[in-house]
């Protein structure tokens, strides 16, 4: 007989090795041992592959004993494969039972083998059982359907379309996920109600739910049956509609009122793993399984960012923890601390709370989950890879121990000889290096576990929180009205009477009487810590009002209010946001969904560049459904309501000064214009195809930024001063079927840019565009082509328009266009000019637009139209770069008044002292204008405010222009 090298494994696993290989010689024949002998002696890496099975698996044994050749076929290659049953060779029932359990086994089988000798990783094992699995299911339900038809006929709905069985496959089979010895969670379901019927005599009618009942009965006998050959899959049903007490199936209609109306969080949390497995082999099978997936939909992911969850999440947790202490699961590696579930409710969590807003995540797949959690900043650096390792390890532990006698455990044995042959087994060196490992992987899960489920911290002032508490359940009673007043006057609400009247007012409201009993537990939740985080700030009675239209807005999508609760950091920022500008009050109140932006402090006061605003909108777009304009036009509103939020944010924290507040601004717009324009060219090509030697990459489209987009001086609520260009023939025409000349196609691709920027959708505009700085105003074509543009410029174009062109430049569409344009405008402004003549115009356009605009008076100075204000300053940067580009180009070089100012004092064209007077004004007023704006209020001040600046542009004025 064959003796294994004693350097494979230690002398107690030895002997158990030669007596586990001697009783499988004794249950072959001869010729299978000696063929096997002689694969190991050939190749001497093989002998430690039959160690580990034997030693790991005494089920392996047991199918190698009973089928010879297995062991040698899967020394032999590296994956036996996997195909259906063919069930035309079947003639019984108990022919489809036996054939299934064979094809179960010798699967579990490779599985095993393949584990052990290191050739399938757990992610490919799980793939290959789930693959079992969905075959199984699926022979058995063609099978019996077959079966079924033959006796009762087709099940048909009321209208006569055939119904088919749907079989929806939950937990681990759901996720691709199956192990060794997992039981397999269904749920049955079928469209609609009707009665099943046929043209022969011999067809017995049912009812479809008797139908779909009685196939559903003889599924499950297939595959949970327990034979002489063991049994398919342990098939349970409880994770249906009412669970044991339910129906075994049932139709949309009512799926869809239980899950509507009694469905339970843990329920939601089931669902993220649903899918189908199996249907109806008929044409409408598979999108009835899509109509049914589409229906559950809305009941595992909401629509907004759902915290209301955790809460739910934790009492599941707390029921596991005490599980854990009562049943002493402590070495379980699902149940216990640090285990698999704990994983999945790391992953699952986050999928219940955003999965609505996110559709990435709605992935069924944990190692597909927790990158992208991490990708999306909802798990810290790196985390999602040491979580990976963990589970993995974890998960493949689990399938050891299942391994060893084909039973559903995940607990470790407490007999040292059998933990030692589980670590041999997963080719470890000993126990102690694998209990290493495992208490590594279980600590990095239970605290990655405690973070993200963790309860929130209590607040140390607990009697604070109970006064605020007491204030609000007794708001509107008279007889404590004194107290009240002293306690709000106290925290510095001022005038306390208009506190305890607008409190009062919220706690009488009809909306807030009408709530439900949950939405109301969470309201009187947060207003005791709105009231304490509100006595926190400067004025404590502004921040409250401006705070109370969002909470309003928000009191019957009561999740955001738990968001709230769960998360005080939040509430402090909020109240000091709202408290600095009515601006963010106000977005916050039109749009909760912003909220979502607060989660997380750090990445909200973050600043970003103009390229993470790029990639950071182009992720944001790749969860939208290509083909839904709708939904396009909304992500990209979101996106940009969000980022207002953070950049208005940083801006009255002072994490970001106003040169950059109106660069973010900028470079948010560019990326908005140029994700819009790709989505115009995708429908308009679409409709009409393109126009020659045009494509996506250069479209030979351009759009000129005018105005303070082009001057990188976007303020907040700015419009959006554009002109179209283009350089394509206008005699050539487009190639799709609905063809359009060049011109027309062009000035369809500008209206369609326009209509996806200006339509006001259920979240607004994303901007308000002007197009009438293009040649000829109104009057002139929509897009111009660059030589009609050059032409207008050199022929028709007034002074005023010159002026407009300093501050032009490309902001999306064709690189080489914009180039070419940037080109253009250099040459435009470096023309020469009769100095005297241009003065002259620009002093008259300054007086005309002095006269109409400004709201200067004895007592106010309006920043922008007054004298000595910010156009004062405009006017003379743009008379300049036009007096003098001609002698020093490089001053025309950028577009913002800054660096301009700049380029003339390195030209040697203005002294440094008055460019720098000139500079600090201009920054004084727009910093008060921006201040204003967030305070939504108009840009204008006290008439003794600024009076130094007003003096020195004044000045400067007399010496330039006279």
């Not at 269904?186 to 011999?202: K, N, R």
């Not at 004194?482 to 306390?496: K, R």
């Not at 000019?833 to 241009?838: A, G, H, T, V, W």
Request: include cysteine; charged fraction near 25%; aromatic fraction near 6%.
């Amino acid at each position: 007989m064959y003796h294994f090298p004693e350097s494979i494994c230690s002398a107690p696993l030895q002997a158990r090795l030669q007596s586990q290989w001697q009783s499988w010689c004794e249950q072959v024949g001869e010729g299978e041992v000696a063929a096997l002998e002689a694969q190991l002696q050939a190749d001497a890496s093989l002998p430690l592959l039959v160690a580990r099975g034997l030693l790991g698996s005494d089920f392996l044994l047991q199918q190698c004993a009973r089928t010879p050749g297995l062991l040698g076929e899967l020394l032999a290659s590296e994956d036996l494969g996997l195909a259906p049953p063919d069930l035309t060779t079947l003639e019984t029932d108990e022919d489809l039972e036996r054939t299934l359990r064979l094809l179960r086994n010798r699967v579990n089988t490779e599985a095993i083998w393949r584990d052990f000798a290191g050739q399938w990783d757990i992610p490919t094992v799980c793939a290959r059982l789930t693959e079992l699995a969905e075959i199984c299911i699926q022979a058995a339900l063609d099978w019996h359907w077959q079966k079924m038809v033959e006796r009762h006929g087709e099940p048909r709905s009321r209208d006569g379309q055939v119904q088919p069985m749907i079989v929806l496959g939950m937990g681990k089979l759901g996720a691709r996920e199956l192990n060794l010895s997992s039981d397999i969670d269904l749920i049955f379901a079928y469209p609609e109600p009707g009665q099943s019927g046929g043209d022969s005599s011999e067809i017995k009618p049912l009812e479809n739910q008797a139908f779909f009942q009685r196939l559903g009965q003889r599924l499950i006998k297939s595959l949970d049956a327990v034979t002489a050959d063991g049994f398919v899959f342990r098939v349970d049903m409880r994770l249906r509609p009412y669970g044991d007490s339910g129906p075994l199936v049932s139709h949309f209609a009512a799926l869809e009122d239980y899950y509507q109306t009694q469905g339970r969080e843990w329920e939601r949390y089931a669902m993220i793993k649903a899918r189908p497995v199996a249907f109806s082999s008929l044409p409408g099978g598979a999108q009835a399984a899509e109509e049914l997936m589409e229906l559950l939909r809305p009941f595992t992911y909401r629509r907004y960012i759902d915290f209301s969850v955790i809460e739910a999440l934790r009492e599941m947790k707390t029921l596991i923890q005490r599980q854990v202490r009562a049943r002493g699961l402590t070495d379980n590696v699902k149940l216990g601390r640090g285990g698999i579930r704990e994983v999945e409710f790391i992953a699952q969590a986050f999928q219940l709370i955003r999965g609505g807003r996110e559709p990435d995540l709605r992935v069924r797949n944990i190692l597909k989950v927790l990158p992208l959690l991490e990708q999306d900043g909802h798990l810290p650096q790196g985390a999602a890879d040491q979580l990976r390792d963990a589970y993995l390890l974890l998960r493949r532990v689990e399938h050891g121990l299942q391994a060893e006698k084909d039973q559903q455990t995940q607990t470790i044995p407490v007999e040292s000889e059998r933990r030692e042959q589980l670590a041999f087994a997963l080719g470890y060196a000993g126990w102690e290096s694998l209990e290493e490992e495992l208490l590594l992987a279980q600590t990095v899960i239970e605290r990655e576990f405690d973070q993200v489920i963790a309860p929130p911290e209590e607040s140390d002032e607990i009697s604070e929180s109970d006064r605020w508490e007491l204030l609000w359940s007794g708001c509107e009673r008279d007889s404590d009205r004194d107290t009240w007043l002293t306690q709000l006057q106290d925290a510095g609400f001022s005038p306390a009477d208009k506190a305890l009247e607008v409190i009062s007012a919220l706690h009488g409201d009809r909306i807030v009487t009408a709530l439900p009993v949950a939405g109301r537990q969470r309201l009187d939740q947060t207003m005791p810590l709105l009231l304490a985080a509100a006595a926190e700030v400067g004025e404590p009675l502004l921040a409250l009002e401006r705070v109370l239209p969002l909470l309003r807005s928000i009191l019957r999508r009561s999740a955001y209010l738990v968001l709230i609760n769960e998360n005080p950091p939040i509430l402090q920022q909020l109240l000091r946001l709202c408290s600095a500008s009515p601006w963010i009050a106000d977005q916050l109140a039109r749009h909760p969904v912003l909220l979502d932006e607060m989660l997380d402090q750090r990445r909200l006061l973050q600043p970003s560049t103009a390229q993470d605003i790029a990639d950071e909108l182009r992720q944001h777009m790749l969860r939208v459904d290509t083909d839904d304009l709708e939904a396009q036009m909304e992500a990209l509103r979101h996106f940009k309501q969000g980022q207002s939020l953070r950049i208005a944010a940083q801006e009255v924290t002072g994490a970001l000064p106003l040169m950059k507040v109106s660069d973010s601004l900028t470079w948010l717009a560019e990326a908005i214009l140029q994700q819009s324009l790709v989505l115009a060219w995708q429908q308009v090509t679409e409709k009409h195809g393109t126009p020659k030697g045009a494509s996506a990459d250069d479209m030979r489209f351009s759009i000129v930024a005018y105005g303070k987009l082009g001057g990188l001086e976007l303020g907040h609520g700015s419009d959006l001063d554009i002109v179209f260009v283009h350089d394509v023939d206008g005699a050539g025409y487009t190639d799709g079927e609905r063809s359009l000349d060049a011109q027309s196609f062009y000035t369809r691709l500008a209206q369609r840019l326009i209509h996806i920027l200006q339509t006001r959708t259920l979240s607004g505009a994303l901007y308000e565009v002007d197009t009438r700085l293009r040649p000829s105003g109104n009057s002139g074509l929509l897009v111009t082509s660059l030589a009609a543009f050059e032409k207008y410029q050199r022929e028709s174009a007034w002074t005023w328009e010159h002026q407009a062109l300093v501050r032009t430049r490309p902001v999306a569409g064709s690189e080489r266009l914009g180039q070419a344009f940037k080109a253009l405008r250099t040459q435009l402004l470096c023309d020469a000019r009769d100095e005297q003549k241009l003065r002259e115009e620009v002093v008259a356009m300054r007086n005309k637009m002095r006269a109409h605009l400004d709201k200067s008076n004895d007592r106010q100075f309006d920043l922008k139209h007054g004298s000595g204000g910010i156009v004062d300053i405009e006017f003379m940067v743009q008379y300049a770069a036009l007096a003098w580009a001609q002698r020093a180009p490089s001053i025309v070089r950028y577009t913002d008044n800054i660096r301009i100012l700049e380029s003339l004092t390195e030209a040697g064209l203005m002294p440094a002292h008055q460019a720098a007077h000139l500079i600090d004004a201009y920054k004084a007023y727009r910093s008060e204008g921006h201040r204003l704006a967030l305070q939504q209020l108009p840009g204008v001040v006290s008439g003794d405010q600024f009076e130094a600046e007003r003096k020195t542009v004044t000045t400067t004025w007399q010496q330039m222009l006279g």
